[in-house]
């Protein structure tokens, strides 16, 4: 459902992003792991053709509709410039489709978004209004009635409490679990390790390993992109990761 | 020392030496438009000794011609003061700094108010004459200038309006009145109650279905302010075509006695 | 169709009527109104069609596309701070304008006026969306608004200045505060198919300002075309503020306290403030030329003037308001 093949990102002559290839199919959650600056969010604009690079990427090369509705984008800046309600804010996922969010389908999609998302009773209220996390929740219902096969979200659950952090990343496995494709960065390995059916390490604007989470949460990949060790601690709740 | 406002050296040097108060001025100075053509009517040869760089305009000016035979000035209290005149004449609305340096600096200034009626302009040429020491001169001028008066057949042709730039008009207190009048129009204002000059909307205008309407003289390059007499509805407000004021009705002078020819 | 919409179209049909019944020369309404419709011999249809519709035709023409700018480039720009009077967009039509009249381009080629202060308006604008673009924040729109109409305001004082016509010089009150004043039929004919084209071409940029309301990135992955929507929102812009400046000299606020007002009543959705910001944008532009008539009929009281008593109040709130750091 998304296919890089070298892609390659300059900004003022300096490479960000060396020869990123990746694939994804239905039903993977991928975590983009890797310090700030390795070019996670990079990967993902240019992976939506939202910045020119060069090299191949199956949803850049499609039709500016047909990409929207192909897959939704959540950016990192959590960003709603005027004081709409949160249903109208969630309804912008629709403009992709036909009719643009007047239509039945429209009306349902919104409906399932913030429903599942548990918006109910903000539906009316104004989003700027609401806590930072209800915000993120809005935004994530946003992307979830533009009801695509893929979403990539720029470090969604930054800045979230705990409890938001989880339900955040159960919602995105469910997703996964769905069908969907799902591409998130994320800083905490914990949660990534938890969650994602596989991570993909970056460092210095190149995938440096790919593959299962105990195949990348290797002490020398971690010493090798981040400078730290990880230490592993087995708990009834699955594996818990302490960088230190 | 009539010129003399304020008492100075130099006026009070002329009274010591004796100047009789009717001696013939030597070198004058005209800095205003108006005085600089009556100061040309009525001049000997050789005693205006430059006149207003207006006067050279044709536009402004009827006596263009005549005033580019003399060097121009921009009333500038600099440039005349170096002329050393003997006489400075100058109009109410010229008389500016320049006027108050050039008193303080000893030079006689006579300052002329506007002439906007027959008597007013009379007056003015014989008192024109008198500040030049040129009373016959004044005398004939005054003479042609009744005859040309007498020559203009009184009858009444109908009501009559002056619009100019941003919508000003002229009332019977004004120099364009009487031209108005003395050619036997009635000038609209009058009724409106403008004595001097006002503005009079557009939709007024048109409302008081003039016979004539005469335009202010266009001015070069473009103005908003003059836009307003292309307007549409001014084309068919009157049954006349409009007429447009030239250099003879800005002035008190005989020439309005061509302004006055110049209306239907 | 939404109350507030009705509400608003009666609005802007009753103030249109009133700007139409009312003037310096006392007539009754009835005989007002026949002269209009039926035309007919004497002076009063001369002064309906001729000098009361096109000033009110003008007065709804152009406070609709101030309204409809204003809440366009709020939307492109997402600050409640953008009114293409108070950043210069308006200012470099006047230029433009004024370069026209002053050459007599505008007298060689009648369409020069228009297009020149079209030019004079696309330039403020591209300018201003290089500067501050979509991402640029409020104090760099405000510090480039700032720039950009100084530069307009020196530019049109020199070219009056050089003017060889007396009256031109003191016509800068004229290009800074707006006037409908003695428009004719001519000027309406000028300036209303642009103004109509660019109300078409900001119309097709609805969806894109909606979807701005995520932040560029956001609005570009859910298939805006951001350049398209750029060049659309610069050309509906000029092609708005520039014919009406050209006509009605630079009327500031409209496009501020319009939107501001009307923000909360259309749920503060750009698409929808668009129609109602042109229909706000009339009736307050109408109502400010019935004000000059009706407070000081004898004088041409600016426009800009009452549109400023109202706005810049407002102006300086919402300064308040983003340097405390609140949302609008």
Known sequence: MLELQELCVTRRNRPVLTDVSLGIRPGEFIGLIGPNGAGKSTLMEAAHGLIPATGRSSLAMMAAPARARHAAYLPQAKEIAWPVSVRDLVSLGRLPWPGGGGTAADRDAIDHAIARMGLGEFAHRTAQRLSGGEQARVLIARALAQDTPLLLADEPIAGLDPAQQLATMRLFSALAQEGRGVIASIHDLGLAARFCTRLVLLSQGRIIADGPPDHILRDDLMSRAFGITLRRVQTPDGLAILPV | ?264 | MTPLFRLLIALVLALFLTSVLIGPAAVGTLASLKALILGGDGPLPIVMRQIRLPRAMLGLAVGAGLGLTGAAMQGYLRNPLAEPGLIGVSGMAALGAVIAIQTGAALAFALALPVAALTGAAVGIGLLVLLAGPRGGSVTLILAGVAISAMAGAGTALVLNLSPNPYAANEIIFWLMGSLADRSLVHVALALPPLILGAALIATTARGLDALTLGEAAAQALGIDGTALRWRLIAGVALIVGPATAVAGAIGFVGLVVPHLLRPWVGARPSRLLPASALGGAALLLVADIAVRVIVPERDLKLGVLTAIVGAPLFLHLIWKTRSGGRI
């Open chain 2, 1 to 264: 020392m009539r010129g003399c406002v304020r008492p100075s050296e130099a006026c009070l040097l002329l009274a010591l030496v004796g100047t009789p108060a009717l001696a013939a001025p030597e070198r004058v100075v005209s800095m205003n438009l108006c005085t600089d053509q009556l100061a040309l009517m009525l001049a000997a040869p050789g005693q205006l000794i430059s006149v207003g760089s207006y006067a050279q305009d044709p536009a402004l000016s009827p006596m263009a011609e005549a005033a580019k035979a003399l060097p121009a000035n921009h009333g500038l209290a600099e440039e005349i003061y170096l002329m050393e005149p003997d006489l400075v004449l100058t109009g109410q609305f010229s008389a500016g700094p320049a006027v108050a340096m050039l008193q303080d600096l000893g030079i006689p200034v006579q300052v002329l108010p506007p002439a906007d009626t027959i008597p007013q302009i009379r007056h003015q040429i014989t008192l024109m004459g008198d500040l030049l020491g040129r009373q016959d001169a004044a005398r004939s001028l005054l003479a042609r200038f009744d005859a040309g008066l007498d020559a203009i057949a009184h009858s009444d042709k109908g009501r009559a309006v002056f619009y100019d730039a941003n919508g000003f008009t002229a009332g019977g207190q004004t120099l364009t009145g009487t031209v108005l009048a003395q050619a036997g129009w009635h000038n609209i204002a009058d009724d409106l109650g403008i004595t001097n000059s006002g503005t009079l909307p557009l939709e007024q205008l048109v409302m008081s279905a003039p016979d004539l309407i005469v335009t202010g003289a266009r001015w070069p390059g473009r103005s908003r302010a003059e836009a307003i007499l292309d307007h549409p509805a001014l084309r068919h407000a009157a049954r006349t075509p409009a007429v447009t004021t030239d250099s003879a009705w800005i002035c008190g002078t005989p020439f309005i006695l061509h302004a006055i020819e110049s209306l239907p």
